[in-house]
């Protein structure tokens, strides 16, 4: 009798066993994100202050060119402290963007050798952009503290857009990551829809003046409305929500997470073939 045999191991048992699979790979989740703190801040000259730098540097120019240059209103909020309030999510969107679209590819080794849960790849380099995002946060604090700028309870809110912004960031990193393992060519789209959605939405200036016509358009937009909430739950009264924009801005960031979501798992089985 021959005991050779070959076990075959792949995905299968519908949604449920997806998720239990994904709570049982959990520790991979977390030693892949783990992985990826350590290497993006290992042998590097600045390491975590290039999470500060940034959107120092972001903050300043923006300043000038939209604050001091074009005079733009800020509602009577410092120019620093209103563009720093939207640099926080866009930075988190941005990065969250940018890592989890290659993630599938920069992972291709361990794809291709085991079975795990793929939405583990990319929701591991979102949850490490989180890491610049509470870095960024601290410094936005000392930002405020030098204006004399305290904020108010609203503070407290803060979480819910937060997770709007990692829903937005998730949701499109799944599409891009998806795509780009079978068209290697949206590694090149991403940093023109990084640097061209930065212009479009309300970081250097505030979504108010943007004329009443287009308002719904713009909140199309996801990061629009999670932007506005921000800087309501930061700086209070001097940037108010306009709440049916935020509300169709939440459903369209919705519907791009769950889309995200269900086509990832379409194109799951065949990551391993084309990458």
Avoid: H
């Amino acid at each position: 009798m021959n005991d050779d045999f070959d076990l075959i191991i792949e995905p299968g048992g519908g949604i449920r066993r997806y998720w239990r699979d994904l709570w049982k790979y959990r520790e991979l989740f977390f030693f892949l994100a783990w992985r990826d703190i350590l290497v993006r801040y290992k042998q590097t000259v600045i390491g975590i202050a290039w999470s500060v730098i940034r959107p120092l540097l972001t903050m300043i120019v923006f300043s000038i060119v939209f604050g001091a240059l074009a005079g733009l209103p800020s509602n009577g909020v410092p120019y620093p402290i209103m563009v720093y309030a939207a640099m926080l999510p866009w930075q988190f969107f941005a990065n969250s963007l940018s890592e989890s679209s290659n993630s599938l590819i920069d992972n291709a080794n361990l794809l291709t050798k085991v079975y795990f849960p793929r939405l583990i790849v990319p929701a591991g380099s979102v949850i490490v952009s989180l890491v610049d995002f509470f870095i960024s946060l601290v410094i936005l604090f000392g930002v405020m503290a030098w204006y004399r700028y305290l904020p108010d309870v609203r503070m407290l809110l803060l979480p819910f857009f937060l997770v709007l912004a990692f829903l937005a960031s998730f949701g499109a990193g799944l599409w891009l990551s998806a795509l780009n393992v079978k068209y290697r060519d949206f590694r090149y789209v991403v940093p023109f829809l990084v640097q061209f959605g930065l212009y479009i939405s309300p970081v250097g200036f505030s979504s108010a003046i943007v004329p009443e016509k287009w308002r719904m358009l713009y909140f199309l937009n996801p990061m629009v409305g999670v932007i506005d909430g921000f800087r309501w739950a930061i700086l209070g009264d001097a940037f108010p929500v306009y709440w049916p924009g935020l509300a169709l801005s939440a459903c369209f960031t919705l519907l791009m997470f769950i889309g995200g979501l269900l086509y990832f798992r379409n194109m799951e089985r065949s990551f391993a073939d084309v990458i």
